[in-house]
T-cell receptor, first 115, second 113 residues
Framework: DAGVIQSPRHEVTEMGQEVTLRCKPI?????LFWYRQTMMRGLELLIY????????DSGMPEDRFSAKMPNASFSTLKIQPSEPRDSAVYFC?????????????FGDGTRLSIL | AQSVTQLGSHVSVSEGALVLLRCNYS??????LFWYVQYPNQGLQLLLK??????LVKGINGFEAEFKKSETSFHLTKPSAHMSDAAEYFC???????????FGTGTRLTIIP
């Protein structure tokens, strides 16, 4: 079975450019999460969706960050304009159901470098 | 509020020796606890989870963890380390009614040949 698919795997761009990260959750999963991982702050939850609806975006650092989930099989995380401090690994995870004991499944991440 | 603390950001063990990675949790209600492993340039993979059924939980790759309420701990163990166990390990907690999974800061495990 295909897992969570993220693209691109690596992105290097210059400060000020728009960056779009993509995620395809596991088919049938109805919750989707975006995380950011840095050495300084570890794993941070940015936003999550249930049934394509954003539920909690309190982890989104600034208005420069936005996320969408137009359908059950696709989500994007956009940074505009990008800054060097946005450099991190961004993970997408999905889960079926909302029961507390259900684990999330993670993609392999997008390593983002802003020069 | 829910949180986890992983003691030791780096742990080194010899190949064949016991692996012990420590995790303590804080929660006002009975928690669900998870251990994830992250190999270089990969996402997090679920090792095992505690969901209030049995206190001793067995996971993949020979790992297991024991939930101890009196100690608020959920330490991860493996009797005999293998070179392929070298990775970063994350403990995480979630409580009923809370959508968020809160991760610890991770422990990097190094295996000495």
């Amino acid at each position: 079975d295909a897992g969570v698919i993220q693209s691109p795997r690596h992105e290097v761009t210059e400060m000020g450019q728009e960056v779009t990260l993509r995620c395809k959750p596991i088919s049938g999963h109805n919750s989707l999460f975006w995380y950011r991982q840095t050495m300084m702050r570890g794993l941070e939850l940015l936003i999550y969706f249930n049934n394509n609806v954003p539920i909690d975006d309190s982890g989104m650092p600034e208005d420069r960050f936005s996320a969408k989930m137009p359908n059950a099989s696709f989500s994007t995380l956009k940074i505009q304009p990008s800054e060097p401090r946005d450099s991190a690994v961004y993970f997408c995870a999905s889960r079926y159901g909302q029961a507390t004991n259900i684990a999330q499944h993670f993609g392999d991440g997008t390593r983002l470098s802003i020069l | 509020a829910q949180s986890v603390t992983q003691l030791g950001s780096h742990v080194s063990v010899s190949e064949g020796a016991l692996v012990l990675l420590r995790c303590n949790y804080s929660s006002s209600v009975p928690p669900y606890l998870f251990w994830y492993v992250q190999y270089p340039n990969q996402g997090l993979q679920l090792l095992l989870k505690y969901t209030s059924a049995a206190t001793l939980v067995k996971g993949i790759n020979g790992f297991e963890a024991e939930f101890k309420k009196s100690e608020t701990s959920f330490h991860l163990t493996k009797p005999s380390a293998h070179m392929s166990d070298a990775a970063e390990y994350f403990c995480a907690v979630r409580t009923p009614g809370n959508e968020k999974l809160t991760f610890g800061t991770g422990t990097r495990l190094t295996i000495i040949p």
